[in-house]
């Protein structure tokens, strides 16, 4: 998913941040399965919104930037809206009317070759009580035959219906005409204003941690379905947060599973979103169950996070069903599998009940700031020297490879050079990244130390 320059007037996922220019918002409501997530990847020209043949895979409000004749928009996909849904559905429904009550204008999406069902006439009451104007899209019109089903659809008293097929791309342009004439024109003075950037943070963790509590409790809402069923949370969902002070633009993503290739459907693009959230992340808060023990997918998780060189925070969720036995426990299973980053800051929370969630703001703070620590080439070289002279590399084979020079070549994460004379066993890399830790401190960042030996010159 792409960020998008979204403010909301009231509830909305950019309350408070004034620095973020306000765009339209459509949203896409409509009965489960009638091409939603289809329609919106046609209007954004992209396939980013997670989509499956089978009712109930979109089940958050999901934010899209999308652009049609020059005018920018934003687009929210919604899940399924029935009005006499029970349950989870019942919540996505409720998250599809919360979507309609933040926009601009509704695209109300109906499936031309199903026809007008009593769900369809249920959303429509709310609709217009809504007050918002609606644009209808009669969908699946892959064809002039399901193209003259679609004009049935003026009994909804909406107005004309638009037909389109979302697969194909048919009548998407007069579609987006109308969608245009029914948003609001963006605010002149908002044009080339500068746009902020709060700290990206991406909530990861294997399914049914706790993920999406933590944003509810975050965002003082409830943004994100949140089930005791695996696997609630599909499409990542950005949510600009004022906590301690600050906006920070939290991504809940889908949860991680094992293996990417063993998911299937809908699961193997959520987890494609996921890796792509935490590209666009600067620090990961992985949320692991306190209450069960620290199992290989939450290995696999801490080691992609390594892998993309963000910083880390590592929050033990449910704290509440933690009893002094499980603790012991975990406090060994941290020390034993958690050992390869013991430098990330570690908080204990309940996010259901919002326990100790003030915690987290220090812990993301102290994490950016190691994350973005840079050394003085003086500073480093000093310290190798005095690496070098107390603890020197061990001989081996007769030779003893010696440290000629350092520099620290990037920051977020910290990446050294150190040149040397030979190869270094990987040991003593590991040595020197605990000294550097212990030195310069380096909390919550990952330490990337290259060591380049000097080749030996060629005798004539």
């Known amino acids: 998913m792409t960020e998008h320059p979204v403010v909301p007037e009231q509830d909305g996922p950019g309350d408070g941040a004034e620095n973020e220019i306000r765009t339209p918002i459509l949203a896409v409501v409509g009965r489960p399965n ?12 992209r396939r980013e919104a997670v989509v499956e043949d089978k009712p109930g895979v979109t089940r958050d409000r999901v934010y899209y ?3 049609w004749n020059g005018r920018a928009f934003t687009v929210v996909d919604t899940g399924g809206w029935d009005a006499d849904a029970e349950g989870m559905a019942a919540m996505i429904s409720a998250q599809a009317e919360v979507a309609v009550s933040l926009a601009d204008a509704v695209l109300f999406v109906v499936d031309a070759t199903v026809g007008i069902t009593d769900a369809d006439e249920g959303v429509v009451k709310v609709l217009r009580k809504s007050g918002r104007p609606v644009v209808l899209a009669a969908n ?3 064809d002039q035959r399901a193209e003259a089903l679609a004009y049935g659809l003026w009994n909804l008293g909406l107005g004309e219906p638009f037909p389109v097929s979302a697969l194909h791309g048919r009548g998407s342009g007069d579609m987006l005409d109308a969608v245009l004439a029914a948003l609001p024109e963006t605010p002149v003075e908002t044009i080339g204003k500068e746009i902020g ?7 990861i963790g294997r399914p049914n941690v706790g993920k999406s509590s933590l944003l509810n409790k975050l965002a003082g809402e409830d943004r994100v379905v949140v089930d005791d069923a ?3 949370t599909v499409d990542p969902v950005d949510e600009l947060v004022e906590i301690g002070g600050k906006v920070w633009k939290f991504i809940d993503t889908a949860g991680i599973r094992k293996r990417v290739k063993t998911a299937s459907g809908h699961e193997y693009y959520a987890s494609l979103r996921t890796a792509t959230a935490m590209e666009r992340a600067e620090v990961a808060v992985l949320v692991i169950d306190g209450s069960q023990s620290i199992s290989e997918q939450d290995m696999r998780i801490i080691q992609t996070v390594r892998d993309s060189g963000r910083a880390l925070v590592i929050a033990f969720n449910k704290w509440d069903l933690v009893d002094d036995e499980r603790r012991y ?12 980053v013991q430098w990330a800051p570690r908080i204990n929370i309940t996010a259901r009940t919002g326990w100790h969630i003030d915690r987290l703001v220090p812990a993301l703070e102290a994490a950016l700031k190691g994350w973005e ?8 070289n000093a310290f190798l020297g005095r690496l070098a002279a107390e603890h020197p590399h061990p001989v ?3 030779k003893q490879p010696r440290i000629l020079f350092g520099t620290q070549a990037a920051t977020a994460p910290p990446t050294f050079a150190i040149f040397t004379s030979g190869k270094l066993d990987a040991g003593y890399e590991r040595f020197i990244e605990r000294r550097l830790r212990e030195e310069f401190g380096f909390v919550g960042t990952p330490i990337d130390i290259s060591v380049r030996a000097r080749e030996k010159r060629k005798k004539r």
Do not use: F, H, M, W
Request: glycine residues 14%; contains cysteine.
């Open 34 to 45: 009638v091409g939603k997530s289809t329609l919106v990847n046609r209007i954004i020209g």
């Open 65 to 67: 930037d999308a652009n």
């Open 140 to 142: 699946k019109c892959d």
């Open 197 to 203: 950037g709060p700290r990206r943070i991406a909530i």
């Open 230 to 232: 695996s696997g609630t």
């Open 329 to 340: 426990y975990l406090e060994r299973e941290y020390e034993r599998e958690l050992v390869q």
């Open 373 to 380: 620590t840079r050394i003085s080439t003086g500073a480093l």
């Open 396 to 398: 081996r084979g007769g």
